[in-house]
């Protein structure tokens, strides 16, 4: 079976995770037959353009793995692959609808048909603009007189439409809820219906798989590729992605109140915060689609090997914030050391913690950071949340952590003690210096936990972290004393409590 898909996205803002899931089933269904996967960018609607849009779409599939056959930047021998570019095509098309009676000029101003959905309202039934018949006189005066006309698309009356939707199943509708719609503006723009229609004919699109929103749009597309007497693709309509725990659908206004709640909506959060693409994109694949109850991890030959349009759900499925961080833990897991380090670099040189160019010592320093963080690090940015201590001069304490370990009033006696078993200890490494701790703890006849905890908090300025032998060991003797004394200096400065 020939299969060729597209992703046609409007660049009038930043690409949603719902948007790369969409583009991700596209992609998936033609790689999984062996066919064609087409970008395509919509970008008749100027008005709505983003600048540097398209570049963020571009990169921001780079980024995920997902590549195209045809498109910007690729090329192809169905191009232009924008449709501003592609206005000829549009022309050519309506002279074949205007020839065949299918398209009018429409001289009706928004006020007139301000007119004409008040009355409707009045009357309690649905607007619907349909033609309206002007005298062979009229037209020749609307023409004379240069007054603008939008291009409009006559919908038959009285007819059933039916889609045989691969989700969703058939779904039927009548022309008779149908208005007369427009196909070209009156300066000239194609809009969606009709541009999209001609674009997917140009390009020999099979399979058109988009967003549930577009279903709505479906039937006009019906009848001008009917009008253009081509065959029609198949038509699959994907649910959209819920709010978490929710069936409600993600709201633009509320963007906000979810990145409150750690929820990213947008593709480039994720690529800032250091996720992995081959974690999100295995996550986005399982958002609406099942295939077996008990495996989540998927690399890309599995999706590929396995992705069918049967099993993709046909109610929506909850963005899960915690489930995609799971599996983003889960693939980390398995990352070769040294793409870790090559992901955590950026982060420390932004922030100032690691010169340009990267010693040896700074790399077997995040080297063995990575190593104690262990499964700690789930993305990329964890580096300065858990490990930034690791990389400064001086220790900053978090407040809760010194108050819950270090006032006490016999704190300060035991980390000049400690202090005074980290100068002596050697050699200076993992095995010994967990030896010389424990060993104080039972000479002091203290608790490990009394122990351990004041001296994390006193080198690390953290209360939780990796290891503390490990932490011990990495900062080093010289870098762990004076953090030591720094503490204990903050100590003489505010009372402790008994």
Not at 62 to 69: H, L, P
Not at 99 to 112: K, P
Not at 141 to 161: D, H, I
Not at 383 to 389: P, T
């Amino acid at each position: 079976m020939t299969v060729r898909t597209r992703f046609a996205p409007s660049p009038t803002g930043f690409l949603h995770i719902g948007g790369v899931r969409t583009a991700l089933f596209n992609w998936l269904l033609a790689r999984h037959f062996g066919g064609q996967f087409l970008l395509r960018i919509d970008d008749t609607d100027q008005e709505r353009h983003v600048e540097d849009a398209v570049k963020g779409i571009l990169d921001g599939f780079r980024w995920i793995g997902i590549d195209w056959d045809e498109g910007p930047d690729v090329g192809g021998p169905n191009g232009p692959y924008y449709q501003s570019q592609r206005t000829a095509n549009y022309q050519a098309a309506v002279r074949r609808l205007i020839d065949s009676g299918h398209v009018y000029r429409d001289y009706s101003t928004e006020a007139e048909r301000a007119v004409e959905k008040a009355a409707a309202e009045r009357a309690k039934r649905a607007y619907r603009f349909r033609r309206l018949a002007l005298s062979p006189e009229e037209l020749a005066r609307n023409e004379s007189e240069g007054r603008p006309y939008a291009l409009r698309f006559q919908v038959p009356l009285g007819r059933t439409l039916v889609v045989h939707d691969l989700i969703k199943g058939d779904i039927t509708f009548s022309t008779d809820d149908i208005g007369d719609f427009v196909v070209v503006r009156p300066d000239g723009s194609p809009l969606y219906n009709f541009a999209s229609v001609v674009d997917d004919l140009a390009m020999g699109i099979t399979h058109v798989v988009r967003a549930e929103e577009h279903l709505s749009n479906t039937f006009p597309q019906l009848l001008v590729f009917e009008a253009l007497g081509s065959a029609l693709p198949a038509f699959a309509h994907v649910p959209y992605v819920a709010e978490p725990g929710s069936k409600a659908k993600m709201s633009k206004r509320k963007i906000q109140q979810y990145e409150d709640q750690g929820v990213l909506v947008y593709l480039h959060q994720y690529i800032e915060r250091g996720y992995l693409p081959d974690a999100l994109l295995n996550y986005l694949a399982r958002l609406g689609w099942s295939y077996d109850a008990t495996q989540e991890i998927f690399s890309r030959a599995e999706l590929i090997e396995k992705f069918t349009l049967e099993r993709v759900t046909s109610s929506p499925a909850s963005h899960d914030q915690d489930k995609l961080f799971w599996i983003e833990g889960e693939w980390m897991k398995v990352l070769p050391l040294e793409r870790k380090i090559a992901g955590v670099l950026p982060y420390l040189k932004s922030e100032g913690l690691v010169a340009e160019p990267v010693t040896d010592a700074d790399r077997a320093k995040i080297e063995a950071v990575i190593l104690a963080l262990g499964d700690r690090l789930k993305v990329f940015s964890d580096i300065l949340k858990l490990g930034r201590f690791f990389f400064t001069k001086e220790v900053v304490h978090d407040p809760d952590a010194v108050k819950r370990r270090l006032r006490k009033d016999t704190v300060p006696a035991m980390l000049a003690a400690l202090d005074a078993v980290l100068a002596e200890v050697e050699p200076y490494d993992l095995a010994t210096l967990e030896k010389v701790i424990h060993a104080y703890a039972e000479r002091s006849g203290r608790k490990m936990g009394d122990v351990v905890n004041p001296l994390r908090v006193a080198t690390t300025g953290q209360g939780v972290g990796p290891g503390l032998y490990d932490c011990l060991f990495i900062l080093g003797r010289e870098t762990c004393r004076t953090r030591i004394a720094q503490t204990l200096d903050m100590l003489k400065a505010e009372p402790t409590t008994a």
